[in-house]
């Protein structure tokens, strides 16, 4: 009975410096919860289920709750940081760069993929079984677009169009449409419901073995320069001592499984002038629409 007895009091004693130790993490002027908002590359259940194991760490690491949050589009992500409904999030370089100049957004980390570095590649697709060799092919057939503020799915395949190829997409085109998602515009190609789409090699290996196979599926018809990897960042008027816990805590991250979830290397740090050349693409392309 007094083992019994000693060991109840150690476990309470070990919960109790557990607790303590979490709750300490949250310093004073943190919120009780943050809440963490990501654009909609994939569906709602798939994206949860790959920042699982990321979520867990950061509540851990933080001792904080976060809530977890996938937009119906990349322009709710935005709105929602400018409104602070949201205290950190995951962009892409051009909703990033919408995000820092309309809701006070700031780049910390950014994604380190196994193939790529510090960055990924935007893709023309097509399927496997159709005829076409070069996106010259692709005159009076349907494209899909991902989002208007979607970087690999919109802005880069549209200054290739505009500046390189010297076409209108919504000319050259018959039908383009804006699926949403990567996923959707892969599934849209790979199901015949498009010939093809811009996307990106990162959410096609995401995808690969799973809805799809990337290699006996696809063929990429153009593939972009190297953009700079997708960036998380935080509201710039969280308390200086959150925004270091959670650099930190992003950087440190290296649990296999999660990162494999994510196809990622590892996440490291990034200034908010690696998106000049996002900018400067975003320039290019309203100087064309003006004209």
């Known amino acids: 009975m007094k083992r019994i007895i000693i060991q109840f009091f ?30 909609p590359t994939d569906t709602s259940v798939n994206m949860t289920e790959r920042y699982d194991n990321l979520i867990k760490y950061l509540e851990n690491k933080l001792g904080t709750k976060i809530e977890f949050k996938v937009a119906t589009d990349y322009a709710a992500v935005i709105t929602g940081m400018q409104f602070k409904h949201i205290d950190f999030a995951y962009f892409g370089p051009k909703s990033y760069v ?10 910390f980390v950014l994604e380190v993929t196994n193939d790529s ?10 399927n496997k079984n159709s005829p076409f060799k070069t996106v010259w092919d692709l005159k009076g057939k349907t ?10 799915g919109t802005l880069v395949p549209t200054v290739y169009f505009v500046n390189e190829m010297k076409i209108d997409p ?64 935080y509201r710039k008027d969280l308390p200086e001592s ?6 930190d805590a992003f950087i440190s991250y290296n649990d296999k499984d999660g990162l494999a979830k994510l ?18 693409l975003m320039q290019l392309t309203k100087k064309q629409s003006q004209k």
Request: proline share 3%; hydrophobic share 45%.
């Open 170 to 233: 919504h000319v050259f085109f018959s039908k383009v449409i804006y699926s949403g998602s990567h996923q959707a515009s892969i599934l849209a190609v790979k199901n015949g419901k498009v010939d093809a789409a811009a996307t990106n090699d990162l959410d096609l290996a995401r995808g690969d073995k799973k809805m799809w196979d990337a290699e006996k599926d696809f063929t990429i018809l153009w593939r972009s320069r190297l953009i700079p990897g997708s960036p998380i960042a």
């Open 263 to 280: 196809k990622l290397k590892c996440f490291e740090p990034v200034t908010d002038d690696t998106y000049n050349t996002i900018r400067e």
């Open 98 to 107: 919408e995000a820092a100049a309309r809701a006070n957004a700031e780049a």
């Open 10 to 39: 150690v476990v309470l004693a070990v919960s109790f410096l557990t607790t303590s130790l979490a709750v300490g993490a949250r310093q004073s002027g943190w919120p009780e919860k943050l809440v963490f908002g990501v654009i």
């Open 242 to 247: 959150l925004k270091k816990a959670l650099r």
């Open 117 to 126: 570095g510090r960055g990924y590649y935007g893709t023309i697709i097509v």
């Open 143 to 152: 494209f899909a677009f991902t989002d208007p503020n979607s970087t690999s």
